[in-house]
């Protein structure tokens, strides 16, 4: 597949990937709508301060970490058309509600309650690993990342702009943040028509539980369950930060903790009811899979999206401070690095499709990510300005690569709970950025580019140590096991009979 392709807009598989990563973008235009609006917000409203935004902030991403779990079993049950198009209507509700909402209950609840909007992310990886072969699907997912994720860009550019010069008027923004509510509503009406889930004459298979994943031994079951702990301690962390705002007491944040607490030991208790029996039957070997390389495509995602979150939050002031700039000029540099992202994230699912060795990409990217955040932590005023910028430019363009990367080997590991397996790394993106956010607050932003470059360089050891070359990684075909053959013939049949009824009934 090349560039020249995603302009035959008369092939079925590319209208489906456009339909697909719009659908991601407007998420991202709504979810990331608060950041452009914040001091407009403060001015309008008079009670708000830089406290309850940041609490906001919070907020914002608190949910999207268990969301892209729920959300991951979800589309592996149902299909990715289904629960994309109810994501999106759902979510403008909370999108709406925020918009006008005139205290402080109002405000909080409808931005938690939004945050689930950032799990449509892991939908997408599924719909297009549905259409898409092996030998093309990282450049797809990275088409569907890269420009999916610029709808946060457009929402800060468009949004200010949308509020004061269309709309105007003491509540601009209030429309202008309800615009993104209405657009979510439209827009999932829209992709439930226009798509469907698979090719015509395929059938969506799907796993026979999705509780939990399905793992292959008890080693895994063992992996699976501690890989899983730190998901909860990332919403307790969450809440502490929190509690250090002055939003809750100490009795709410004990309370918290012990709902989450409650929660992780309840999806432990669906990974063993799921898993046990299954192993205790016996897995056939050849429908067997290695929990590893989740794991290990977790630590990626953790190192790389979840730096790109933190950095993203940070780099506009840092270059302010560092280069004396006015707020207008580091935001217009600080932009770069996100608007990279259009381009750096297809190209790290090119380079997985072209090069032979998705591992050996993977690597690649995780060790550049180490070397240019280790430059960036030696930036200081005596640089000169232009080099800074370079710098910070090539590290985004590995970040973003790493992430399309990620993602192009993902669909590769165990195609029916594909929807789960991306649900959990796109998680730990999460993860990361709330961890590494919370480290900031105690260290200077260069100490926090050494900390983030010694994240990367972790994953890329535990990666060379544990990620393997997926089966059938430029093949027309993903690989599948004679169960996995039998059960998507039975699916086929399934679908050609329910087919064949429908016409016969018309």
Partial sequence: MTVTDLFKFKNERIKVLHFTWFAFFISFFAWYSLAPLATTMMDEMGWLTPQHIAALGICNVVLTIPARIVIGSLLDKYGPRVVYSGLLVVM???AITFA??????????????????GASFVIGIRMVAEWFPPKNVGFAEGIYGGW???????????????????????NGWRYALAFTGV???????????????TPEGKALVKPKKSAALEISSWGDLVQLIIWTIPLGGALAVSAWRLEGLGFLTQEVLHLVWAVIGIVVVFQIYNIIKVNVPRLKRGVPEEDKYKFKNVGALNSTYFANFGAELAI???????FQLTFSLTPAVAGLIASSFAFVNLFARPLGGVLSDRMGSRRKVMLVYMFGISIGLVLMGLIDSSWPLAVAVTITVLTSMFIQGAEGATFAVIPMIKKRVTGQIAGMSGAYGNVG????????????????????????FISFVFCYFTLEEPKNSFSEDYYLTE???????????ALLTRERKEVKAL
């Fill in 312 to 318: 993203v939050s940070m780099l506009p002031m840092f």
């Fill in 183 to 197: 657009f979510c509503f439209i827009y999932g009406i829209i992709y439930y028509i226009c798509v469907r889930d």
């Fill in 433 to 456: 950025a709330t961890i590494y956010l919370t480290l900031l607050t105690f260290v200077t932003p260069q100490q926090f580019f050494f900390i983030l470059a010694s994240g990367a």
């Fill in 148 to 170: 999916g994720n610029f709808g946060s860009a457009a929402a800060a550019m468009l949004l200010p702009w949308f509020a004061l010069n269309i709309l105007g008027g003491e």
């Fill in 483 to 493: 169960v996995e053959r039998k059960e998507q013939a039975e699916a086929d049949a």
């Fill in 92 to 94: 403008s509700i909370p």
């Fill in 100 to 117: 006008f909402g005139d205290n402080w209950a109002q405000l909080m609840i409808s931005r938690l309650l939004l945050g689930s909007i």
